[in-house]
């Protein structure tokens, strides 16, 4: 496999930030799915849009040879890179436990499965790997392939958590015991919503016939300072008290609490200095041009006066909730960048 990668970089998304753009495919997973796009179409797509530079996958999705990429692979998504000047933004790793049916990955082979990811990571020029494992053992002892590799590591916080909660406040004091540039964290919007997505509420109303009240009564739930699984609980009692089949809403209500968080948007400005890339999560775009569920203006006024250099990776994540075709995922990363620009202006301008 060839091993070296090119660096190229990104323009800011507006003069006089250190904001620049772009996208994670996974925003087109449905569309993935139904075999609307293979790779090199949905690249072209990206291009035609003007939705890049920025390019972020999840391997698992993206790879057919997950967790590693063939020479072939490598050198036609080099040739895409160069024909559309498109930058490697984050690669999204995962470390899946249950690989075997008898028992858990062991330490070693945690290890080996995400040192295999490290070097897919590294050949497709990524300098950066989203993380989603801890583990004070393994982290320590990837550090030297990181090293190796020049590879920046992001633990993602991703909803219900947000940058103080306990489990983070741990991950935040063992980069502090190994004290290294390469460990960092990948802010996702989804830890900090001030309401829950529309396209959600319009889902669970479908499948489970529920009225104003009940979605009233869910969101209510969701604001308070529970965790996810007392939450979930109190949904469904009441769904049964009102004689609503918990079943008849599948995952989905257990889904809306824990895919939707409501941390304060300022509690970023905490870790800023070690937030390496962001999640610009983001489930609809009204009439108006903005996220509904999510004070976009706020959040990147947060990073811009907080010194954010980096990418807002957009992630449009209704596809988990909207039915394919119900919407226009390209059309929406587009919409979503406008506001992103907007907001950008804005936050400078004060």
Avoid: C
Avoid at 102 to 131: C, H, K, N, W
Wanted: cysteine-free; proline content about 6%; glycine content about 8%.
């Amino acid at each position: 496999m060839t091993a070296t990668a090119p660096s190229p970089t990104a323009a800011p998304a507006v003069d006089g930030a250190g904001i620049t753009l772009g996208l994670t495919l996974y925003s087109l997973t449905s569309e993935w799915a139904a075999g609307r796009y293979d790779l090199p179409g949905l690249l072209d797509a990206v291009d035609q849009a003007g939705i890049g530079p920025g390019i972020e996958i999840v391997a698992s999705q993206t790879l057919r040879t997950y967790p590693y990429v063939t020479d072939e692979f490598v050198r036609a998504w080099r040739d895409a890179f160069d024909r559309h000047g498109f930058v490697p933004s984050s690669f999204g790793a995962n470390l899946d436990m249950g690989r075997r049916r008898d028992r858990d990955m062991t330490l070693d082979e945690e290890y080996e499965f995400t040192v295999a990811q490290f070097r897919s990571a590294r050949a497709l020029g990524f300098p950066l790997v989203r993380i989603q494992s801890a583990k004070p053992e393994l982290i320590r002892r990837l550090m030297p392939v990181a090293d190796e590799l020049d590879l920046t590591l992001g633990w993602e916080i991703h909803a219900p958590l947000g940058p103080n909660s306990p489990k983070v406040v741990e991950i935040r004091e063992l980069y502090d015991e190994i004290g290294s540039p390469r460990l960092g964290f990948v802010a996702d919007f989804s830890s900090t919503m001030h309401a829950m997505a529309p396209t959600t509420l319009r889902k669970l109303a479908r499948m489970g016939g529920l009225t104003t009240a009940d979605l009233e009564r869910l969101q209510s739930i969701w604001a308070s300072d529970a965790d996810i699984n007392a939450q979930h609980g109190e949904f469904v009692e009441h769904l049964h008290a009102r004689g609503i089949a918990p079943e008849s809403l599948g995952s989905f209500a257990r889904l809306a609490f824990n895919m939707h968080g409501h941390v304060d948007p300022r509690e970023w400005a905490d870790i800023m200095p070690q937030i390496v890339h962001v999640h610009a999560k983001f489930y609809d775009i009204d009439q108006a041009g903005d996220e509904p569920a999510i004070d976009y203006p706020e959040l990147v006024r947060v990073f811009v006066e907080g010194g954010y250099s980096g990418f807002f990776s957009s992630e449009w994540e209704g596809h988990a909730f909207a039915d394919l075709g119900e919407a226009d995922p390209i059309d929406l990363v587009r919409k979503q960048h406008d506001l992103v620009r907007r907001s950008i202006t804005a936050a400078l301008a004060r």
